[in-house]
């Protein structure tokens, strides 16, 4: 089985760090690591490439890294720092010349017929637009090559799609971004996974994310091998708060690559 290689394309909360008009030390740091686009990934099975979430910086990111090939798009929810992204999709489809398909909880992909009205009339699907085959997630789903496993996570008053990966046998993948809890279910799903990735917006409560100690303590509930803190604010200095995880949890930040 081939290894999975998971990049963050962003790992900061809706505002993105730096934040406009603050003048906090970590929004003036001269460390990269803490310049954070809004929560992003893209993960390389072996078999295809699956790009999580489209947020406004999504351009921006695909220009640093050098990306402009995905098999699919997985949608975690639609708030606007996930999904506003969507429209540069049209130059992967462009690309490819092919549709994109685009998968999403139902709520999620009404959102997105909503505010994108046009990339789905198939009258008007010109070959520069973005191309989306929506496919609703009710259910485990296979694709490029690996399983897939939704499971719902608490975020405020609308719910979070976390998804789980397996493959060979091995839950190598559990990314749960934008939650506030993890429930029982979604901790059973991601049991002993190799790798966790999880919100954990800052140190001090908030009603819809989770503090570093709640990441801390649900990433020792499920048991994960490694464990990667994202969508981060600007109240997180990387250096210093990398320092003070255990070994075996690290910040994430833009850029970074994982092996799994």
């Keep these: 089985m081939p290894d999975f290689h998971l990049t963050f394309l962003g790992t900061g909360t809706s505002h993105g760090i730096p934040v406009i008009g603050c003048g906090c030390r970590v929004c003036h740091s001269d460390d990269p ?3 954070r ?12 490439v699956i790009q999580i979430d489209t947020p406004p910086d999504f351009r921006e990111q695909c220009l640093r890294g050098g990306y402009f090939h995905a098999d ?3 949608y975690t929810h639609s708030h606007m720092d996930h999904m506003i992204g969507f429209d540069d999709l049209r130059r992967f489809c462009e690309l490819s010349d092919r549709e994109m398909p685009v998968y999403g909880a139902p709520q999620t992909l009404a959102d997105l017929r909503r505010i994108f ?11 520069t637009y973005v191309r989306p085959r929506p496919v609703e997630i009710t259910g485990p789903f296979e694709i490029c090559g690996v399983e897939v496993i939704p ?4 975020h405020g008053r609308v719910t979070t799609t976390g998804l789980v990966f397996r493959a060979g046998g091995r839950t190598k993948l559990a990314y749960f971004t934008d939650c506030q809890e993890v ?4 901790a059973e799903a991601a049991r002993d996974c190799d790798v966790l990735v999880i919100d954990a917006l800052r140190h001090t ?5 989770m503090t570093v100690q709640q990441a801390v303590e649900a990433a020792r509930k499920i048991g994960a091998r490694r464990t990667y803190l994202t969508h981060i604010c600007h109240e997180l200095p990387h250096r210093e708060t990398g320092a003070a995880l255990p070994g075996d949890i690290h910040l994430a930040h833009d850029g970074l690559s994982v092996t799994i």
């Design 33 to 35: 690591r803490d310049r």
């Design 37 to 48: 686009t809004r929560s992003a990934a893209r993960l390389e099975t072996g078999t295809g």
């Design 72 to 74: 699919a798009v997985l």
């Design 117 to 127: 009205p046009y990339a789905f009339d198939g009258e008007r699907q010109f070959r």
């Design 151 to 154: 499971t719902p996570l608490p």
């Design 183 to 186: 429930p029982e279910s979604a």
């Design 205 to 209: 409560p908030h009603p819809t994310h």
